[in-house]
């Protein structure tokens, strides 16, 4: 296990009816004047914004809000949130609703305290980032979707929308939010599509960490492992009933403990297979999580083939292949098992043309890749431009 420093000070608040604590959780935070910031109208429909503003008044929090996040989020809300700050001057921001909403909010608190362009602090120049933040406002979060986990991450994802370019900045010392309100009942309005894009998603976190070369990381392993099989169980009673309060619960935690950083402690970690699918999402404006039930067999297609050992244990020990002694077969019956089960028991799509993208530019993709990560993606494999065209192409 490699030397690592763990720190994770976000206070979760989980359960029925949470989010009445709201404004509680705001003075214990130090908030006096509150920027919320939600998106497209799900939380206004529920009725969730409503008593998240009557929780702050009932405290005598001062607030402005911004509606209007939309899913991929990008660059000009951001600098639009950013206007109505400098105006307000909040000491706090809270986001209420999902991955989108929190990564705004994040580009916000680091944006905040920037001087220049907060672009600056994403865009890459040389495989570098071009500025980096020190100084964030604190951020609370109401959260209304598991998927992406920003609620415990120090990670945000914006899209440029003059570029195209999609990336993320992680600061986990300075943007993981205060508080996270988790309210498994907020999650029971989700469309099917949401559900199954989130369980998409988080299987995704664990998997990039658990793709890694780093030996002796036992307790990583068997984390991944157990949380995998305990979401697989738990997403299949969700899609066939989504009002099951307990399952739902259940795949909430997942989604925050998928990408709080627990697994992947002493390991080296991967993430090509997200900036793979986010090429995907910043130019055909697809679901993050869709995408990635599109990519990652395709990826594990290409890893039983040339660095099969990891997914051959876990398709041994979480997709139910029995080990034949031959790593290679075993790993690629590990990947075509994962497959059919994002497609039968998720309903997502698997292939580009069932995501809706009949003829995908996929130079374009990936040469943006490689634009962005450089000449060879280091990870659980090393991978040029021919090996990302080969698991691009393995997707159709
Ligand atoms: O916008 P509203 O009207 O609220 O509707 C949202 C949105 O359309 C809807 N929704 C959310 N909660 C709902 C609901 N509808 C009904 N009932 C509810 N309770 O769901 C849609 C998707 O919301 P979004 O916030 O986009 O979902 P998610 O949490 O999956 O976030 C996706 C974004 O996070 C990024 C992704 O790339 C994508 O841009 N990621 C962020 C990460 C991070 N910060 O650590 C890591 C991830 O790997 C990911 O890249
Ligand atoms: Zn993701």
Redesign the pocket.
Known sequence: MNNFTFYSPTEFVFGRSTENQVGDLCVKHGAKRVMIV??????VR?GLLDRVKAALTSVGIEFVEMGG?????IDTKVREGLKLAKDFAPDFLLAV???????TT?AMAVGYYYDGDFWDLYEMVNCKKKATASKALPLGVVL??P????EG?G???I?NTTTHV?V?IRYPMILRPKFAVMNPE??????EW?TA??VS?MM??ILERYLSNTPDVQIGDRLAEGMLMAIMECAEKVITNPQDYEARANIMWSATVA?NDTCSIGRVEDWNS?AME?EI?AEYDV???AGLAVIFPAFLQYAAKHNPGKVAQLAHRVLGIADSGDASADAMAGALALKKWFSEKLHMPVTFAQLGIENPNLELLNTRLHNLKGEVLHGYMDLDAAATMEIYKQAL
Do not use: E, R
């Open positions: 939600y998106g497209g109208g799900s939380v529920s996040v939309q899913p991929n989020p609703g999902g991955g989108s909403v929190i990564d994040k209304t979707i998927a992406a986990g920003s991450s990670n945000s994802v899209t999609k993320g907020l999650t029971m309005t989700l469309p949401q894009s989130g998603d995704a976190h990408h997200h986010h999402s679901t993050h999580g």
